[in-house]
């Protein structure tokens, strides 16, 4: 009874929750467009001691690359989707935080999170003979003992630029459980906005209930995240890019994991390919990039937006999946209690 009294008490406090975040959603979603803010973020930075952060390449930096292309990319923006709010979290050469970017992501409730990178790959170890010398060595023992001598060869290395080249997107890999756990652990405290009550209730962030809607929207945010990084990488080898694919990280992009929205990085090409430093330094380069990011981000919104009239529901899909697995999540509470209940 005790067991059942507590299911019914989870039950409705889920269910005030996702009633409360719903109004929320909806209030502010009357006829609004799918997306209505994208925070685009060049990575790296100035840091307060005047070095540069990131990678380098043969007379640039990848802070300078980031936000050339991000500023190409903010510009098209606003001349071809002046409906949509931009905003930038590292607007100029200095560094910006990488929690704070994420909390100015949160903070302007980005549909879209779109951070701007530029590869590097270690240099290359080379091996060569460069000639032979004679060493001596000695066999058998006694009187047998025998004094020889054999030629080697001397080895000659250096390194050459690694030639890597090519664009990737990243996405936050979220098909493990450590991952997805990780992944709540980084979410929780940007969970703790100023409306956070008006928005989740009484929901504790620490309650299972809290973590399995926190896991539902990792998910859902996966898929959105995989469907751009795909158009994106689509769009860089329709301009003839060497095509790398889209890529899982499993850890190490935080920015990725503390942002509550779809979230990509573009390691838009390699520093240590001059061929590449070439071509992200040049204005062809960095509009190219820009243009096929733009396409991809277009192609993304046409695409949620038939996704969501084939589910018929023009509000957002986040909402509908978490209450249709609400359920799902409350029958395996009941499934536990009643596995604990025959123990
Ligand atoms: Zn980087």
């Not at 903010?74 to 100029?92: H, L, N, W, Y």
């Not at 998910?219 to 095509?243: H, I, M, N, P, T």
């Not at 990039?289 to 996704?307: F, N």
Request: charged residues 30%.
């Amino acid at each position: 009874m005790l067991k059942q009294t507590l299911i019914v008490l989870s039950l409705t406090v889920i269910g005030i929750g996702i009633f409360s975040f719903t109004l929320n959603r909806k209030k502010s979603s009357a006829k609004q467009k799918i997306v209505r803010t994208i925070i685009v973020d060049a990575g790296h930075g100035i840091m307060a001691n005047g070095g540069h952060n990131g990678a380098k390449g043969a007379y640039s930096y990848e802070d300078e690359i980031c936000l050339a292309v991000s500023k190409e990319l903010v510009k098209m923006f606003k001349e071809q989707m002046p409906e949509i709010k931009i905003v930038e979290s590292r607007p100029t050469e200095k560094i910006t935080a990488i929690h704070r970017r994420a909390e100015i992501a949160n903070e302007n409730k980005g549909d879209l999170f779109i951070c701007i990178h530029v590869n590097a790959a270690v240099p290359k170890k080379q091996t060569e003979i460069s000639g032979y010398k004679t060493v001596t060595y000695y066999e058998g023992k006694g009187k047998n003992r025998k004094k020889k001598t054999k030629r080697v060869p001397i080895y000659r290395t250096w390194s050459i630029p690694n030639p890597a080249k090519g664009a990737e997107t990243y996405i936050c890999g979220a098909h493990k459980n450590d991952d997805k756990e990780l992944a709540v652990r980084e979410n929780a405290p940007m969970m703790q906005e100023e409306n956070y009550k008006k928005n989740y209730g009484d929901i504790d962030p620490n309650t299972p209930e809290f973590i399995a809607l926190s896991l539902l929207k990792t998910k859902q945010y996966f898929k959105r995240s995989a469907a751009l990084a795909g158009y994106v990488q689509d769009e860089f080898a329709k301009v003839g890019r060497v095509d790398r694919d889209v890529r899982q990280r499993q850890v190490g992009i935080w920015v990725l994991q503390a942002t509550a929205m779809p979230s990509i990085l573009v390691e838009t090409g390699y520093i240590t390919n001059r061929e590449e430093e070439d071509y992200l330094n040049s204005k062809k380069g960095q509009e190219e990039t820009a243009a096929c990011i733009i396409k991809a981000v277009k192609t993304y919104i046409t695409w949620l937006e038939k996704q969501q009239k084939e589910s018929g529901n023009n509000d957002n899909t986040i909402k509908q999946n978490n209450a249709g697995n609400i359920s799902s999540f409350l029958q395996s509470i009941e499934d536990r209690e009643q596995l604990n209940a025959v123990k």
